[in-house]
């Protein structure tokens, strides 16, 4: 029964693992919910956080696909001026670089997929969020626009009732 319940685990494990689900010494991946207000409307996403230096190394690479409505948050802490790139990224994205109260600076629409190029903005900023390529031009999404999550300096989303 022993061995039973060990080759269980195990198989779990090596079924995990590969996904991106488990990785070895990381916990689990926190999803978050986060918002962004263009001049018409309010945008909800689903997002992962890589907010440790193993997490935004990792970022997306390895993934075959990112659906609409879901996208990953990377964390910097300090604002500072980032560059990112799309090394084993095989995906095509749109990358939003955030300042620290929430403000959208630049926007890198349609990235290519696997290219060493580094994409970045000089003026620092706290956060870059990674949604799948078209995103930005489909609803509208523009340097400017606010986006709403705990890690910048607007804790009242649009829509959400006061104290």
């Known amino acids: 029964m022993k061995n039973h319940a060990l080759t269980i685990i195990l198989c779990a494990f090596l079924v995990l693992l590969p996904t991106g689900l488990l990785r070895a010494g990381e916990a689990l991946t926190k ?25 935004r190394e990792r970022g997306l690479m390895f993934r075959q696909r990112l659906p609409e409505g879901h996208g990953m948050l990377f964390d910097f802490g ?23 109260d929430g403000t959208i600076a630049y926007i890198a629409e349609n990235t290519v997929p696997k ?42 989303e649009p829509g959400a009732p006061s104290p």
Do not use: C, Q
């Open 115 to 156: 290219s060493l190029d580094t994409i970045g903005i000089t003026e620092p900023v706290k956060a870059v969020l990674e949604l799948p390529a078209g995103t930005a031009r489909k609803k509208d999404i523009h340097s400017g626009n606010v986006v709403y999550h705990r890690i910048f300096d607007n804790a009242e």
């Open 31 to 55: 999803i978050e919910p986060l918002t962004i207000a263009t001049d018409g409307d309010a945008i909800m996403f689903t997002v992962e956080i890589a907010d440790t230096d193993t997490t």
């Open 78 to 100: 300090d604002p500072r001026p980032v560059s990112m790139w799309m090394k084993n990224t095989y995906i095509p994205l749109d990358m939003l670089f955030i300042r620290a």
